[in-house]
C-alpha cells in the first residue's frame, strides 16, 4: 500500500521541542521532493519545509525558518520535522507530503493522515 503516516505530535511547553516523522511505504522518499506543511483552526495551509530531491535544498518560510530543520534518513525511508524553541503560534495539524510539484507548488502525490501538535503552557 502507498502512504506516507506521521507520528510525534504532542503537546508541549512553549520554548520546547518536537521531532515528527513521516514513514513511507510502497515508494521511495528519496526520489521525491518532500514537504511539511500545517493548518490551525479557521486558517489556511501553511507549507512549513520542503526538501528536494534533485540537489537536496531545503526551504522553510520566514515563521519557521531557524526553528524547524527537515530531513531524511534513506534507509528507514523516512522524512522528519525538528521543530524547536516552539511558540504557541505553531499549535496546528501537521502533514508530509511527497511528490508531485512539491517545494513549487503544493501538489502532492501521497498525502498523510496529520498529526497535532499543542504548544500550550
Known amino acids: 500500500q502507498v502512504q506516507v503516516v506521521e507520528s510525534g505530535g504532542g503537546l508541549v511547553q512553549p520554548g520546547g521541542s518536537l521531532r515528527l516523522s513521516c514513514a513511507a511505504s510502497?515508494?521511495?522518499?528519496?526520489?521525491?521532493?518532500i514537504a511539511w506543511f500545517r493548518q490551525a483552526p479557521g486558517k489556511e495551509r501553511e507549507g512549513v519545509s520542503c526538501l528536494s530531491s534533485s540537489d537536496g535544498r531545503t526551504y522553510y518560510p520566514d515563521s519557521v525558518k531557524g526553528r524547524f530543520t527537515i530531513s531524511r534518513d534513506n534507509a528507514k525511508n523516512t522524512v522528519y520535522l525538528q521543530m524547536d524553541s516552539l511558540k504557541p503560534e505553531d499549535t496546528a495539524v501537521y502533514y508530509c507530503a511527497a511528490g508531485g510539484g512539491l517545494c513549487i507548488t503544493e501538489t502532492a502525490d501521497y498525502w498523510g493522515q496529520g498529526t497535532q501538535v499543542t504548544v500550550s503552557s
Open positions: 510502497g515508494f521511495t522518499l528519496e526520489y521525491n521532493n
